[in-house]
Every structure is written in C-alpha cells, then in structure tokens.
C-alpha cells in the first residue's frame, strides 16, 4: 500500500532554534498534503493544507510565519517551526490524499523544545 | 477545528468483554473512518463506512453509521490487552482534496 514517510521520527531541539520536518510519499504523487499537531492526551488539530506549487492554507489561530509550510514538488512537504518554544512541543503528523477515499498518515514527528 | 464528540472519553473493561465507543459529527459527510493509535505512536487505519452504508464488519470490530443522527458507534468484540490505545473517529466532509476532521478520541483499556 501507499507509504508516507517523516523525518526525523523525533527531534530535541534548544528554544529559539528551527526545526524542519519532512514529509514525503513513497509511491504516490500528492497536490494535497496536510499538517495536524497532537498534544499529549488530545485529538489530531488540523494546522494547515498544503498545496503543490502554491501557498499552504492554515487553520485558525495558526500562525504561518512561524510555522512555514513549503510543497516543493509532488512527493514533498516540509513544515518548519520556527524559533521553537516550549510550548510547540507536540507531536506532528504529516498524510496525503491518494484518491477519493484514502488518506495516508505519517508516523509522526515527536518535537521536544527545551 | 473539530468535528464532534467521542464518548466516552476514557473506558476501562476486563479482557473478553465487548468494547463501545460513540463518535457524534456535525456536518455532512463523505465517509467516517475509525483510527487507532498506541500512546506516542502514529495512526493505525481501522475501518472506513461511507455515507450509504450502515453497518461493517473487520474482524473484532463492528462500525454502524447513522446519518440521519449524525453518530457513529464502534464496537470490539472480545477485547484484549492488546487493544489498548486511543481510538478517533474522522470525517472525510467531501471527496476530493480535503482533510479528514478527528474527533477527540476514547482511550480504552483493556485490563487482563
């Protein structure tokens, strides 16, 4: 079945400093890619759409200067975070759309700001 | 934003009883899916029901759809230790390129 892929698995990263994560889908073309944001104990928040070619669409209350969305090509989609703080520590997850029906998670980016 | 609600937010059951969980939307929509996921790890597809249906069976689980209530019910047969996680609903609103909405989930635990 179709992959999507993130990396890093998890980060630890100083506040103030970025950090880039990467999405990709193995076997797949994907226009479409999205972002959700996990707190411990809580659902999947949608934080923002990501289109191929063009600017990403964010969620309310999402701030897009800091977390900058880019989609390269049709397999990739990358989400800095930047200048990190505590508080965005979170657990980051990444899927794509293939068809009308199915949509592929990534495993996950665990993000720890110290 | 989220869809809706799950309840109940947290259940606890011995290992052999059967597992409900209640998942309630509020717009239309194009299918509902069933996810699982084990604390700090990624998202396990269970099952999809889509709008005209009513009723599907995978394995242990059982989903049923009501539209017209805008609720969904997942059931586990027969649970085990295993089965422990989170579980959420999402709804898909439309086809094409739109993201699924999650709802804020039930953590079960199954208790050998």
């Known amino acids: 079945g179709a992959v999507v892929s993130q990396h890093p698995s998890w980060v630890i990263c100083k506040s103030g400093t970025s950090v880039k994560i990467e999405c990709r889908s193995l076997d797949f073309q994907a226009t479409t890619m999205f972002w959700y944001r996990q707190f411990p104990k809580q659902s999947l928040m949608l934080m923002a759409t990501?289109?191929?070619?063009?600017?990403?669409?964010?969620e309310q209350g999402v701030e897009k200067d800091k977390f900058l969305i880019n989609h390269a090509s049709l397999t990739l989609s990358t989400l800095t975070v930047t200048s990190a703080h505590p508080e965005d520590s979170s657990f980051y997850i990444c899927?794509?759309?293939?068809?009308?029906?199915?949509?592929?998670f990534g495993p996950g980016t665990r993000l720890t700001v110290l | 934003s989220q869809q809706g609600e799950e309840d109940p937010q947290a259940l606890s059951i011995q290992e052999g009883e059967n597992a409900t969980m209640n998942c309630s939307y509020k717009?239309?929509?194009?299918?509902l899916q069933w996810y699982r996921q084990n604390s700090g790890r990624g998202l396990v597809h269970l099952i999809l029901i889509r709008s005209n249906e009513r009723e599907k069976h995978s394995g242990r689980l059982r989903v049923t759809l009501d539209t017209s209530k805008k609720s969904s019910s997942l059931l586990i047969t027969a649970s085990r230790a295993a089965d422990t996680a989170s579980y959420f609903c999402a709804t898909d609103p439309y086809s094409g390129n739109t993201p699924l909405v999650f709802g804020k989930g039930t953590r079960l635990s199954v208790i050998a």
């Open positions: 717009t239309s929509i194009n299918n």
């Open positions: 990501s289109n191929e070619g063009s600017k990403a669409t964010y």
């Open positions: 899927s794509a759309r293939r068809g009308a029906d199915t949509q592929y």
